[in-house]
């Protein structure tokens, strides 16, 4: 069933985000994570914004509408999700280390979108 993405169900999965960081990754609480989102609607209600500077957490705006810029690319994070699958970490290095390991060991045209 899809259910459209409103600024209540956002909300709600913005708590469930904080409690799997305190549950997994309790440091950022207190460094503060940084946050990728565009300015959708639900993005932007007062009550989505309040609860971020709650958590303090930072927001990093994503343009709007340009896939030149977009982060986002799916064909290169799906992949990366199968790699650390099953991982376990002991602290944030880690991941970042298995991370940019896996970066460094694909080719070039990797990267390249597969829509282009």
């Known amino acids: 069933m899809g259910l459209a993405v409103n600024a209540d169900r956002y909300s709600k999965s913005l708590r469930k985000v904080k409690t799997a960081i305190k549950n997994h990754r309790r440091s950022l609480l207190s460094k503060g994570a940084i946050l990728l989102q565009d300015n959708?609607?639900?993005h932007v209600a007062k009550h989505c914004t309040d609860l971020l500077k709650r958590c303090r957490w930072e927001v990093l705006d994503h343009p709007p509408?340009?896939?030149d810029l977009a982060p986002c690319n799916f064909?290169?994070?799906e992949p990366l999700r199968n790699?650390?699958?099953g991982c376990r970490f002991s602290d944030d290095n880690e991941v970042r280390a298995s991370v940019e390991e896996w970066f460094r060991m694909k080719p070039?045209?990797?990267f390249q979108s597969?829509?282009?």
């Open 65 to 67: 509408y340009s896939p």
């Open 75 to 77: 064909h290169v994070l």
């Open 83 to 85: 790699a650390l699958k």
């Open 108 to 110: 070039k045209t990797f």
């Open 40 to 42: 959708a609607h639900p």
């Open 114 to 116: 597969r829509y282009s």
